[in-house]
């Protein structure tokens, strides 16, 4: 086990008062973060040690070979964070580490903000048990808003603390493993505080582009084209029904007339979709789960925060012709602006060239 050293005691103790002393929420709710993350450090193990001990399971054991390779390749190749971070390992006997519980108010598409003194603001709120995320998902809804579940494989302390691999993340394989390692490390290399969209778009462009260069690395085939397109394919489409529902809340209509439409588009969604899977991918049903479930507007957040900058953050790219090191800086230039230079920087990235 990981713990009972002087840093690891010392930031416990200031990771606890910052919850406790927070304002935007109650000392309950802190305490269930503090509580869970504390369990998280307690439990820590060093991935060389599970690696090296012969009564460790064979299938364990070769995933966290394959996971510690991912790790050198990202810091030695990604120029990400070099530190213990995913080197120490926590089997927490649950499929997620936490759940996030997203909300919107009806007719909008802006989630409803929570602060905390790490990371700022963000735009949901994270619960250690799934019983009291629930809960917290019907009190908002009673409360009229928009209310989306969303299970978590693992997340970034930002630095704070040695994140470790997570049993969680096993689940999805190695090449996912190695994902989710370049996508949280991307969060420790640099974060704007009070910038969701920014920050997971810029994580989830690292994740991708480190993860087809690992792949390339290792003499490994590219991800099937088939599978990229169709899931671009599928993001822009919900990001095209989150344009028009923007448009739709901007107008001043009565509140049944606006609901009714408001279910319209989300009808529209669906039928969209029908027809693309039926149309260009051969009928292929991996969304189906997704879209047939209800739907509203928290449920669409997620592909704002992880995918709207995506495309930004690849033009950024490909104008440092690919140096890491220098794209980081851009990164860092970025978002050192303020919020509305920042989005209209982003905005011109993106932006089709002529």
Same mark, same amino acid.
């Given at each position: 086990m990981i713990r009972n050293d002087a840093l690891f005691i010392? $930031?416990?103790?200031?990771?606890?008062?910052?919850?406790?002393?927070?304002?935007?929420?109650?000392?309950?709710?802190?305490?269930?973060l503090a509580n869970g993350q504390l369990q998280l450090l307690h439990e820590r193990q060093s991935v060389s040690d599970i690696i090296a001990d012969p009564k460790s399971d064979p299938k364990l054991r070769d995933h966290l070979i394959k996971s510690q390779q991912a790790r050198v390749f990202a810091s030695?190749?990604? =120029?990400?964070?070099?530190?213990?971070?995913?080197r120490l390992y926590v089997d927490i006997g649950r499929p997620y580490v936490v759940w996030n519980v997203f909300a919107t108010d009806e007719f909008s598409l802006d989630a409803i903000s929570h602060c905390f003194p790490i990371a700022g603001c963000v735009a949901y709120r994270g619960y250690y048990k799934p019983g009291d995320a629930r809960g917290e998902a019907a009190l908002q809804t009673l409360?009229?808003? *928009?209310?989306?579940?969303?299970?978590?494989?693992?997340?970034?302390?930002?630095?704070?603390?040695?994140?470790?691999?997570i049993s969680s993340m096993m689940t999805w394989g190695d090449e996912r493993v190695a994902a989710l390692i370049f996508h949280e490390l991307a969060h420790q290399r640099f974060y704007v505080k009070d910038d969701s969209e920014f920050?997971?778009?810029?994580?989830?462009?690292?994740?991708?582009?480190?993860?087809?260069?690992?792949?390339?690395? $290792?003499?490994?085939?590219?991800?099937?084209?088939? *599978?990229?397109?169709?899931?671009?394919?599928?993001?822009?489409?919900?990001? =095209?029904? $989150?344009?028009?529902?923007?448009?739709?809340?901007?107008e001043p209509l009565p509140v049944d007339v606006m609901r009714a439409r408001k279910a319209a588009e989300f009808e529209r969604l669906r039928s969209d979709y029908r027809q693309m899977r039926d149309s260009?991918?051969?009928?292929?049903? $991996?969304? *189906?789960?997704?879209?047939d479930a209800p739907m509203n507007n928290a449920k669409l957040l997620p592909f704002g925060l992880y995918d709207q900058w995506v495309p930004s953050f690849a033009a950024l790219y490909k104008q440092v012709n690919g140096d890491w090191s220098a794209f980081f800086t851009a990164v860092e230039n970025l978002g050192g602006l303020p919020e509305v230079e920042r989005k209209a920087a982003l905005r011109k990235l993106a932006a089709p060239r002529s």
């Open positions: 010392c $930031r416990c103790v200031a990771l606890l008062t910052l919850f406790l002393l927070g304002g935007c929420s109650s000392v309950d709710y802190y305490g269930q030695s190749h990604l =120029h990400l964070p070099d530190n213990q971070s995913y409360a009229g808003k *928009d209310v989306y579940l969303s299970g978590v494989e693992t997340y970034s302390t930002l630095g704070w603390f040695d994140d470790p691999i920050n997971e778009s810029y994580a989830n462009f690292v994740e991708q582009e480190g993860g087809r260069q690992w792949r390339a690395e $290792r003499g490994l085939a590219a991800e099937k084209v088939s *599978d990229s397109k169709q899931r671009d394919q599928f993001t822009q489409l919900v990001l =095209h029904a $989150r344009e028009r529902l923007k448009k739709l809340y901007a260009q991918w051969a009928g292929d049903r $991996r969304y *189906d789960r997704w879209i």
